[in-house]
């Protein structure tokens, strides 16, 4: 009696989750009365994305009632920061989406809807659900990484010749953003909110430090590390990028060389599961079968 009244409670639950995503927000409710009084017209839900921004409030207002963690919600910004979520409802959407999938991946093995309802499978399933966003949430951040430090070396190069050519430091980072725009696009855009902070008027050690913070990559804290004692001993800072360009690009390659001897051993596992048994069927399998027609004659007399 227990799994059909839990599926009835979150039967019920999932309808009022339709009735949420289809009853008008506040804000919508608000552009529709400014559009009466300025004489604007309104644009219906579903032009323009609608359907996407209504998605998005609905995992909103699930979000906000899930269950919030003060040093999880700490570490959960900055995993987004990295992935390149920087908006302030990005923790909220990310929260509905985990409670959401979670209750999803439940109500599913719950109810007689694709396989036999069982409570321990229904449960393993709804951890499943609550665990996959975060996973494919990390898998994003390090992919992320990976991409701003394979761009680094260009983005130093691009540097050096900059501040050799007379420009300072500030603007020089400027226009490598603008000119990485196309071939990186995410070391681009961290480049660009960098002097969107100094715009602001914060100190450049300290957006330089903020960048280091929100990539989490290892080589831009060390580019950050050294371009902040290079403004502060007053030292070459052209000669210091140029030595540092050197460094990452050895680094890259010596981490080319460190994946290129991991293939062999990586390949191991393949070959013994996909490629060996076909081998082995195709060379010894005539044999076997000569060998069971003959023997099995003999041992029968």
């Known amino acids: ?9 979150f039967a019920s639950l999932l309808i009022v989750a339709v009735a949420m995503w289809f009853a008008p927000s506040g804000a919508l409710v608000i552009e529709r009365r400014l559009g009466e009084l300025t004489g604007a017209p309104f644009k219906p839900v579903g032009a323009d994305g609608g359907y996407g921004r209504m998605a998005a409030q609905t995992l909103k207002r699930l979000g906000s009632v899930a269950p919030k963690s003060p040093s999880e919600m700490g570490k959960l910004r900055q995993r987004l920061v990295t992935a390149g979520y920087r908006s302030s409802e990005a923790v909220v959407i990310f929260l509905g989406i985990r409670l959401g999938l979670a209750l999803l991946c439940f109500s599913l093995l719950a109810m007689p809807i694709l396989m036999r309802p069982n409570l321990a499978v229904a449960l ?3 951890g499943l659900g609550y665990l996959l966003p975060g996973i494919v949430l990390a898998r994003l951040a390090k992919r992320r990484q990976h991409r701003i430090r394979l761009g680094l070396p260009d983005a130093l190069d691009l540097l050096v010749v900059s501040v050799e050519a007379g420009l300072g430091l500030d603007q020089a980072i400027q226009r490598v953003g603008d000119e990485l725009a196309f071939a990186h696009p995410d070391l681009s855009d961290e480049l660009r909110l ?3 902070e100094l ?8 957006a330089l430090r903020n960048l280091a913070e929100r990539t989490g990559v ?4 060390s580019l950050v590390t050294m371009l902040v004692q ?3 001993f007053g030292t070459s ?5 140029r030595v540092h360009s050197e460094t990452v690009r050895t680094k890259r390659r010596q981490r080319a060389e460190e994946a290129a001897a991991k293939t062999g051993v990586k390949m191991v596992f393949p070959l013994v599961f996909c490629v060996f048994p076909a081998i082995w069927v195709v060379t010894i399998g005539p044999a076997a079968i000569k060998f069971v027609q003959v023997l099995f004659p003999m041992a029968q007399k």
């Open 124 to 126: 393993g399933g709804c």
């Open 194 to 196: 960098i002097n969107l």
């Open 237 to 241: 800072v052209a000669q210091s990028l």
């Open 218 to 221: 290892d080589d831009v804290s």
């Open 1 to 9: 009696m227990l799994i059909p009244a839990l599926a009835f409670a």
């Open 199 to 206: 715009r602001a008027g914060k100190g450049r050690a300290e």
């Open 230 to 232: 290079t403004d502060k």
